[in-house]
Nanobody, 112 residues
Framework: QVQLVESGGGLVQAGGSLRLSCTAS????????SAWYRQVPGKQRELVAG???????NYAISVKGRFTISRDNAKNTIYLQMSSLKPEDTAVYYC??????WGQGTQVTVSS
């Protein structure tokens, strides 16, 4: 069973930056699409950013220009670089592979 493990969350002030990492237990990310989602209590999980096996990226309108998704196949890891963070970015962030495999989530809290 392949596992995804996120890291890099934490508490940051508005305007600050964080980089999230998601490492897979096997070399999978080059074989299909992966993505970052986020969820706040009482709301549905929402797509933040995605990256295809070929490297094409897409972003939610709310984070475009501030967040960057990337991948390092040699490290079995995808990243989410988050800049100019806002309090509304506060959520648990999850990585996903092929729409089916999820990590356990990492909390991001942005203080105003």
């Amino acid at each position: 069973q392949v596992q995804l493990v996120e890291s890099g969350g934490g508490l940051v002030q508005a305007g600050g930056s964080l980089r999230l990492s998601c490492t897979a237990s096997k070399n999978i990310f080059s074989a299909g699409p992966s993505a970052w989602y986020r969820q706040v209590p009482g709301k549905q999980r929402e797509l933040v950013a995605g990256i295809s096996s070929g490297g094409s990226t897409n972003y939610a309108i709310s984070v475009k220009g501030r967040f960057t998704i990337s991948r390092d196949n040699a490290k079995n890891t995808i990243y989410l670089q988050m800049s100019s963070l806002k309090p509304e970015d506060t959520a648990v962030y999850y990585c996903n592979f092929r729409g089916a495999l999820w990590g356990q989530g990492t909390q991001v809290t942005v203080s105003s």
